[in-house]
């Protein structure tokens, strides 16, 4: 796990040297084991590394390949190295899994990529051809961010590495885009970046860049891995999910540094930790976090799942003091409006792993992949006939209810059924509607662009409204929240974490999975459970699901009300110039006076405001 940067000068020298060592400094909490750079006039690449496997100076990067025409920077992890260094009958120097793919790539060309498996962002320079080719892994784990232009292609792991260019800073501008859809759905989704002028890499994508040239290429999409007739075997399907974890898993322990796992007593992270723990010769590492609210403290039930496995377990206890001290650093770490609050309680969680290991294993993608979340049982009944007559008069006797029912009236307020899934989403976490959007943002923000919600199935095969909401997610908040939230999260305190349950592979079976081995009667992630369970009791998991939450509506009426004196003051709104003061006026004093489900609607605006205020950007 890496930090990664570089840029191609396509007409004249535009940056050097000087400009690539600013920018790889910028990323040095991704890699503070050691730096290395490479400048030809022509391309620059530069590299911060965290040694995870194969310690030794000798496969610091850049790399320069066996024939010395290649030179390559890698941020991430390839786990089948071993069997791609044999398969293709590779000399190596090191016992490194850059090396392999450098290697690979000289070769088979970019498709060595088709053959990796793992996370990942990868640069190589064909200083013959004087070509750069930048590759994003499937899931799109590992971030890429780019600026590009006639003159110069500029990229790099995170947007603090960009923006301090000054000849790229002097450039940008708030992308209005950007606004609405964080406003809509708390996260900014690719390939959009709050800067008009830098956009994110696509997962699974190959771009190439010349002086002439620029392309970018999807080698792997998700709806592609979609097959015309689903699994409908249970024991068939239990056999084949536990054995690709259990493979996924193994994989993703190799490693030359201490590893442990992130265990928050839910379903996901309990079967990786269980498996580890299987596999293990030795207790593993265990981390989880509670809270002092009783309502939001799963660390009993993690703490229980430890004890069952055997597990080296640790667990803190997060204050309001503590998150208000880390409050004030969101803005630097995620570098644009981020409103997942749970990136507090993943930041804290990081820096108490990093104190004993240098690695560990998440449970990420097991709601999206099997069903976990409320929001798809919401799509199915949404979705049936008759619906729409009845949600009219619905809407408006919930109104007049309790802040729960009120959520529920959002919810059935939708705009177009093309737009059903973002509106689904956007309700279930409590974000902004598209008609208060319409009302929240001055004139020269507004629009809410749709975002694709429908792909091509092949055919025979149909999708529930439940499947097509979790490809959704799939495709957007797995990629551009969740996973956004833990790379930078953990990178902040220089730990590396694998995500077991995104293998390519698993990803595929999931999606290949018919939905009713996914949601029973019994509830979600049924599938899931039954290979959990052969690994720790049913009964330790019989409770409701929380999630990985804060209590983001307790703390801004008592610690954290200072962000809202703070950035939502008359002064603070009217210099950034995104929204209308008076609606944000309203909105507090709904919520003051006892609207509680519009938490995070007032988050999304300190967010976006603190932000705009630590940034010195406005949209005036």
């Known amino acids: ?235 068939q399907a239990k056999q084949e999910l536990g054995d690709l974890l259990k493979s996924s898993v193994r994989y993703r322990m190799i490693a030359d540094v201490p590893f442990g796992t992130f265990l928050s007593g839910g379903i996901d992270s309990s079967v990786v930790t269980a498996i580890a723990q299987s596999i293990s010769s030795k207790p593993v590492r265990t981390f989880s976090i509670g809270f002092e609210s009783a309502k939001h403290n799963e660390s009993s039930y993690a703490a229980a799942v430890a004890m069952h496995l055997g597990t080296d377990h640790h667990t803190f206890t997060v204050t309001e003091r503590e998150a208000r001290d880390m409050v004030a650093e969101l803005a630097t770490i995620y570098d644009e409006p981020f409103a997942d ?80 899934r973002s509106h689904i989403f956007s309700q279930e976490q409590y974000m902004f509607s598209e008609g208060e959007i319409s009302k929240l943002l001055q004139p020269n923000v507004a629009g809410l662009p749709a975002l694709q919600e429908r792909w091509l199935l092949p055919e025979g095969r149909t999708f529930t409204a439940a499947e097509e909401q979790a490809l959704f997610d799939m495709q957007y908040y797995l990629q551009d929240d969740l996973l956004v939230k833990v790379d930078r999260a953990t990178m902040k305190y220089s730990l590396e974490t694998r995500v077991p349950l995104l293998d390519y592979r698993i990803v595929r079976f999931a999606l290949n999975v018919a939905p009713e081995l996914k949601v029973t009667k019994q509830g979600n992630k049924h599938l899931l459970k039954q290979v959990l369970y052969d690994y720790v009791p049913q009964h330790i998991f019989d409770r409701p699901k929380w999630g990985f939450s804060v209590p983001l509506g307790t703390w801004l009426r008592t610690d954290l009300h200072y962000l809202i004196d703070e950035y939502l003051s008359e002064k603070a709104v009217s210099e950034a110039g995104f929204v209308h003061f008076g609606v944000v006026k309203n909105l507090l004093q709904r919520f003051e006076a006892g609207g509680d489900y519009l938490y995070n609607r007032v988050w999304l605006l300190i967010v976006l405001h603190q932000w705009a205020a630590t940034h010195r950007l406005s949209n005036q």
Request: charged content about 25%; glycine content about 6%.
């Open 1 to 235: 796990m890496c930090g990664i940067s570089g840029f191609l000068n396509r007409r004249q020298v535009t940056f050097r040297e000087d400009a690539l060592r600013s920018m790889t400094t910028c990323l040095a909490h991704r890699g503070p084991d050691a730096d290395g750079f490479y400048f030809n006039g022509h391309v620059g690449l530069g590299h911060r590394r965290l040694s995870i496997m194969d310690l030794s100076s000798a496969a610091n990067q850049p790399m320069l390949s066996h024939d010395e025409r290649y030179i390559a920077i890698f941020n991430g992890e390839v786990y089948n190295f071993q069997e791609i260094r044999q398969e293709l009958g590779l000399r190596t120097r090191t016992a490194s899994d850059t090396e392999v793919i450098l290697e690979a790539y000289v070769k088979l060309g970019p498709a060595f990529v088709h053959k990796l498996n793992g996370m990942f962002a990868i640069a190589i320079y064909d200083k013959q051809a004087g070509t750069l080719d930048v590759f994003r892994d499937r899931m799109g784990i590992k971030p890429v961010y780019y600026y590009l232009s006639d003159d110069i292609f500029v990229f790099a792991s995170e947007l603090k590495s960009l923006v301090a260019l000054p000849e790229i800073q002097r450039q940008l501008s708030v992308n209005a885009v950007a606004v609405n859809q964080f406003l809509h759905i708390g996260y900014i989704p690719r390939p959009h970046t709050i800067y008009t002028q830098i956009q994110k890499m696509d997962s699974g994508a190959h771009i190439r860049v010349t002086n002439e040239e620029f392309k970018q290429m999807r080698y792997w999409k998700l709806e592609d891995q979609i097959e015309a007739e689903p699994i409908r075997d249970p024991i």
């Open 341 to 420: 609050s749970s990136a507090l309680p993943t930041l804290m969680v990081s820096k108490l792993a990093r104190q004993h290991v240098t690695m560990t294993l998440s449970g990420d993608g097991g709601d999206e992949l099997f069903h976990g979340y409320g929001m798809y049982t919401w799509a199915n009944r949404m979705n049936k006939t008759g619906f729409d007559a009845l949600r009219h008069p619905a809407k408006f006797l919930l109104r007049n209810m309790g802040s729960r029912y009120k959520r529920v009236a959002e919810l059935l307020d939708y705009p177009a059924r093309e737009r059903m």
